[in-house]
């Protein structure tokens, strides 16, 4: 059974950074690509960062270019999103997936409020 569980979230001033992490089971974590989104109440879930299956290339949404960065551990099966300099406009609730499956996690509150 596929889980996914996501970790890390938090309370934070703007400015200040987050470490998110997603621990994937159930499939072969290392065959996928990975994705994070994030939601709003009363929006539609966006993409935030994706990363290819071996690592090796990552892409970003454009509010978020040069200010958080995707990994991944194929060994642990758990994808990672560093996020620095984060504004009131990163609060949401943050969500990994893998790409072709439907599964979502419980997802992992994020605020950035002074």
């Known amino acids: 059974q596929v889980q996914l569980v996501e970790s890390g979230g938090g309370l934070v001033q703007p400015g200040g950074s987050l470490r998110l992490s997603c621990a994937a089971s159930g499939f072969t974590f290392s065959s996928y690509t990975m994705y994070w989104y994030r939601q709003v109440p009363g929006k539609e879930r966006e993409w935030v960062a994706y990363?290819?299956?071996?690592?090796?290339?990552?892409n970003y949404a454009d509010s978020v270019k040069g200010r958080f960065t995707i990994s991944r551990d194929n060994v642990k099966n758990t994808v990672y999103l560093q996020m620095n300099s984060l504004k009131p406009e990163d609060t949401a609730v943050y969500y990994c997936?893998?790409?072709?499956?439907?599964?979502w996690g419980q997802g992992t509150q994020v605020t950035v409020s002074s």
């Open positions: 997936k893998a790409n072709s499956l439907r599964n």
């Open positions: 990363i290819i299956s071996s690592g090796g290339s990552t």
